[in-house]
């Protein structure tokens, strides 16, 4: 098996570095790994004890950073290296304020790029997020000793775990994996099906960071003029289904504003053609917010949408009308914001729970979605009740990050 995973490897760096001929996303992150092991190798000396998060994709960065954070606190001596497999992680957290002394690409899995890369400093504690796992990383840790943990570790069925060509990286889990703090008793009682005992259930840490975005400054410039007296819905990484919600919306109630935050800046041109009238967020100055005559404001920067849902009266979170992916539900719910989506979201947990909580609610096509808002709008006891569930629900959950601490550092 091992042969084959080397196989499949190679295999994926022939494919990643074909398409990024045609893909600007992938190019990216093909010629960033070129660069990862100069940028450690200028920020660490060998001996410098460091503590090293990967995290696949930027929601899975959101996910371990409170972790990180308090290990910083608790380990003031020790340097931080944070690594992204996807430049939708990179890319966005490179260019902010953030505690790392490194971030870059984790290198591809080949076991020569590994062992070199990892020689360039001291790994005392690792640990991924969620379920991104790399064999020859995680087996080159467990050779220099370092302690190797998964957090909001998320086992769902389906898996290639739970198949027979599957339980070899199984072993090597069993193996190298110190602890699994998982998310939910699901993927726990499924780990341990599998012989993965190290474990326990901790919870999401994602509902300890959107917890920390309540006690910020969520100001942002313009947005409160915009909305003025109206109800306002928020499209939280929108895509083309939420936009057609956004159009039918608009037409049915003359008393919603509309804020459309794209999952992607490039569909702001598109945006712009199907709402004409509607303002551009870097466009606005300083007399056209006095008075604001269009309902429609399209978001062209990056950044500001963990922002906008505090001023939502209802949030339409992109990515379920589709197999791309739900994006973040629950940066709308812990404003008291109720949550709308579509019901393509089998690896988020968080939205069933959040629909049995009564503070969010999953469609199948986006016309009754549609409708759903507009009934909302219009009946203010039914969006007062949704809101309050909402926020209870994100109030209720546990402290993952205090129980995640408290077993690393015993």
């Keep these: 098996m091992a ?6 490897i190679h295999l994926l760096i022939f494919g990643m570095k074909v398409f990024s001929l045609f893909n600007e996303k992938t190019k990216k992150g093909v010629q960033g790994r070129k660069e990862s092991l100069q940028k450690v190798t200028s920020a660490f000396r060998k001996s410098d004890q460091v503590i090293w998060m990967h995290a696949s994709s930027l929601g899975e960065y959101e996910q371990g950073l409170p972790v990180l954070e308090q290990l910083k606190q608790q380990l003031p001596g020790h340097k931080i290296l944070v690594t992204f497999f996807s430049p939708s992680g990179y890319e966005n957290v490179v260019k902010k304020k953030h505690i790392a002394d490194v971030i870059c690409y984790l290198p591809f899995d080949k076991k020569s790029l590994v062992r070199e890369f990892t020689a360039q400093f001291r790994t005392d504690l690792f640990f991924t997020v969620k379920y991104d796992y790399w064999y020859h990383l995680l087996e080159e840790l467990k050779r220099q000793n370092a302690r190797v943990y998964v957090i909001s570790a998320l086992f769902y069925e389906g ?9 070899w990286m199984v072993a090597q889990l069993r193996k190298n994996v110190d602890w699994f703090f998982h998310q939910t008793e699901l993927s726990w009682a499924l780990a341990k099906s599998i012989g993965l005992n190290r474990s326990s259930v901790t919870g999401d840490t994602r ?28 499209f939280g990484s929108s895509w083309q289904a939420e936009e057609k919600i956004a159009e039918e919306v608009l037409e049915g109630n003359p008393y919603a504003k509309i804020i459309l935050a794209p999952h992607d800046l490039k569909r702001v041109p598109h945006l712009k053609q199907i709402f004409p009238e509607a303002v551009v967020y870097s466009m606005i100055d300083g007399s056209q917010s006095a008075g604001f005559s269009s309902r429609v404001l399209i978001i062209d920067s990056i950044g500001l949408l963990s922002r906008l849902y505090s001023y939502a009266d209802i949030a339409v979170v992109g990515g379920g009308f589709h197999d791309a992916g739900l994006h973040n539900i629950l940066e709308a719910a812990t404003f008291g914001v109720p949550v709308l989506f579509g019901n393509h979201y089998k690896k988020n947990p968080e939205a069933d729970d959040l629909i049995a909580a ?11 979605a549609a409708d759903f808002v507009m009934f909302l709008i219009n009946n203010e006891d039914a969006l007062d009740a949704m809101a309050e569930s909402a926020k209870q629900f994100i109030d209720g959950k546990p402290d993952a990050t205090r129980q995640i601490i408290q077993k690393i550092l015993l």
Excluded: C, M, P, W
């Design 3 to 8: 042969l084959l995973y080397n196989l499949f």
């Design 159 to 167: 898996q290639s775990f739970f198949t027979s060509y599957g339980k």
């Design 207 to 234: 509902f300890d960071r959107v917890k920390q975005l309540r006690d910020r400054d969520n100001h942002v410039e313009h947005i409160k003029e915009f909305i003025g007296n109206d109800k306002a819905v928020v």
């Design 358 to 368: 009564e503070g969010g609610k999953a469609f199948e096509k986006e016309g009754q």
